[in-house]
């Protein structure tokens, strides 16, 4: 059972930065894609952005490319989401996921993650 818990939400001012966290326990972190999600309120969950086990082919939905990175660190078993350049519409619940069924390139598609975390809430004000 792979356990995943977010960490550094919170409220920030449109332009600002925030940097997410998301440790892993209880699977091979190494060895698993992971994946950033958010939900607003009224809305679907939608994919944000992915790095698959070995780094190199990240991938992010239009809205948040060139503000967003994604990256990881294996050894600390931690994805982390560096967020730049924030705007009021980024305000959700973001959520990280793990596929332990990863491809070189990894998926967009909410059912392809197998195990999720809890959420950390992220507002910005205008």
């Known amino acids: 059972q792979v356990q995943l818990v977010e960490s550094g939400g919170g409220l920030v001012q449109a332009g600002g930065s925030l940097r997410l966290s998301c440790a892993a326990s209880?699977?091979?972190?190494?060895?698993?894609?992971m994946g950033w999600f958010r939900q607003a309120p009224g809305k679907e969950r939608e994919f944000v952005a992915a790095?698959?086990?070995?780094?190199?082919?990240?991938r992010y939905v239009d809205s948040v490319k060139g503000r967003f990175t994604i990256s990881r660190d294996n050894a600390k078993n931690t994805v982390y989401l560096q967020m730049n350049s924030l705007k009021p519409e980024d305000t959700a619940v973001y959520s990280c996921?793990?596929?332990?069924?990863?491809?070189?390139?990894?998926?967009?598609?909410?059912?392809?993650?197998?195990?999720w975390g809890q959420g950390t809430q992220v507002t910005v004000s205008s």
């Open positions: 996921a793990a596929d332990r069924h990863p491809n070189v390139v990894p998926t967009t598609r909410t059912g392809d993650y197998e195990y």
């Open positions: 209880g699977g091979t972190f190494r060895y698993y894609n």
């Open positions: 790095i698959p086990w070995a780094g190199g082919n990240t």
